[in-house]
């Protein structure tokens, strides 16, 4: 990896973060860019934290085993980004900073008894499905309540907010509706007691429409590192 052609790649990201914010009069300060790094080699990831980047969003927890592993470098904030299967929670409880696809109880189940079982503690975003495509993961909206109440029970899971992915589409209208939409169930959420300061929402195509309903980070991967 050309790290010269990375730090113009993240400069220009963060320009564009910059300017999407200030076309709606938000503070550049309040949004985060997430740097996915999922398929993307170790030499890649090196060459980011020689630019002081140390968190990263990865699909598979098979690939942040590797990674950590050939990389030991404790400082590093694995962010899993991707739909989590129960049996991977051991290996997320050990190396996970967060997770940001929690999106059913007994994933909620499976990692809160590894977590206490070393006496960790996890950040999780809960994944919503606001897309149409039956490919997309996510809890259902009308379901976000019920299961904020339910999550009280994980004390080693320390809820931040709320995660989506948008439809794939051309239609600017389309993928802003989802981003609203998560915005506003955050809003009903919070009105009903619950603190849900994060909206992980918006990647490479779309992040400005994010940025324009309300997104604090934005999982940003093409955009930095290139076509996978």
Not at 1 to 6: G, H, R, V
Not at 7 to 25: P, S, T
Request: overall charge neutral; charged content about 30%.
């Amino acid at each position: 990896m050309d790290t010269a052609q990375l730090a113009a790649n993240w400069a220009a990201v963060l320009g564009r973060v910059d300017e999407a914010c200030r076309a709606v009069k938000r503070n550049p300060a309040d949004v985060t860019v997430l740097p996915v790094s999922k398929t993307f080699g170790v030499d890649v990831i090196r060459a980011a934290m020689s630019m002081g980047l140390r968190r990263f969003g990865e699909n598979k927890v098979q690939e942040i085993k590797e990674k950590a592993e050939a990389l030991g470098d404790d400082t590093i904030e694995w962010v899993v980004i991707g739909h989590l299967q129960t049996n991977k929670a051991k290996d997320v409880a050990r190396l996970a900073s967060e997770v940001q696809s929690l999106d059913r109880l007994e994933l909620a189940d499976a990692l809160h008894r590894r977590l206490e079982s070393i006496g960790r503690r996890l950040s999780v975003l809960v994944q919503v499905k606001t897309a149409k495509e039956e490919s997309k993961y996510g809890l259902p909206g009308a379901e976000l309540p019920a299961f904020l109440d339910q999550l009280h029970a994980y004390p080693t899971l320390r809820v931040r907010g709320l995660m989506t992915m948008a439809t794939l589409s051309e239609d600017p209208d389309e993928v802003r509706a989802c981003f609203r939409q998560l915005r506003e169930l955050r809003d009903q959420c919070e009105a009903k007691g619950h603190v849900l300061p994060r909206l992980s929402m918006g990647m490479s195509g779309d992040f400005p429409l994010a940025i324009a309903e309300g997104a604090t980070e934005v999982r940003v991967g093409t955009a930095v590192f290139g076509k996978r």
